[in-house]
């Protein structure tokens, strides 16, 4: 079976510049989750769907990073205008939500570097 | 705020078992406890979780205590390739799962 399924795996760009990563959440699954990891602040979540619908997103650091979901498929997150503290490893991670005891797969990450 | 307290750094000699603590004292009755680990710049794994009972899976055992104030991870027979750093998760939310700076694990040959 195909596991969440991240790209870029890795992007290198210079500040100001537009950048969209996107995932493909393992099939069947009803919720999406975007993280972002760093030394300094570890892994943090950014924004959490349900059924495709952005649920919680109290977590986007600013109004420079948008997330959507179109299907039940694909998700992208963007940041425009990028800038260097924008560096980070950023996960999706795919649920099937049904219970308290469901499980969040981790895709393999985009490094992203921001120059 | 992870709500979970895990010793930085742990060694353990290759074969041998890797038992990892947790405290988890202010856990709800309704909170679940998860384990993942990261090895080196891959995405983090799901290993395991519980509720109150004790569990086992394929990759590892998780022990709860009784009052549910503390947990241990056993990797039974521990390899090079265990060595990752292990996260102990107590679920908020359906959501929100927290993770700290978690356990850096490495098994020695």
């Known amino acids: 079976d195909a596991g969440v399924i991240q790209s870029p795996r890795h992007e290198v760009t210079e500040m100001g510049q537009e950048v969209t990563l996107r995932c493909k959440p393992i099939s069947g699954h009803n919720s999406l989750f975007w993280y972002r990891q760093t030394m300094m602040r570890g892994l943090e979540l950014l924004i959490y769907?349900?059924?495709?619908?952005?649920?919680?997103d109290s977590g986007m650091p600013e109004d420079r990073f948008s997330a959507k979901m179109p299907n039940a498929s694909f998700s992208t997150l963007k940041i425009q205008p990028s800038e260097p503290r924008d560096s980070a490893v950023y996960f999706c991670a795919s649920s099937l939500e049904g219970g308290r005891g469901d499980t969040q797969y981790f895709g393999p990450g985009t490094r992203l570097t921001v120059l | 705020d992870a709500k979970t307290t895990q010793p930085p750094s742990m060694d353990c000699a290759e074969g041998r078992a890797a038992n990892l603590p947790c405290n988890h004292s202010t856990i709800s009755g309704n909170e679940y406890v998860y384990w993942y680990r990261q090895i080196h710049s891959q995405g983090p794994q799901y290993i395991i979780h519980g509720l109150k009972n004790n569990e086992t899976n394929e990759m590892a055992s998780l022990i709860i205590t009784e009052d549910r104030k503390s947990s241990t991870l056993i990797l039974p027979h521990a390899t090079l390739r265990d060595t990752a750093v292990y996260y102990c998760?107590?679920?908020?939310?359906?959501?929100?799962?927290?993770f700290g700076a978690g356990t850096r694990l490495t098994v020695k040959p």
């Open positions: 769907f349900n059924n495709n619908v952005p649920i919680d």
């Open positions: 998760i107590v679920r908020l939310g359906v959501h929100d799962m927290r």
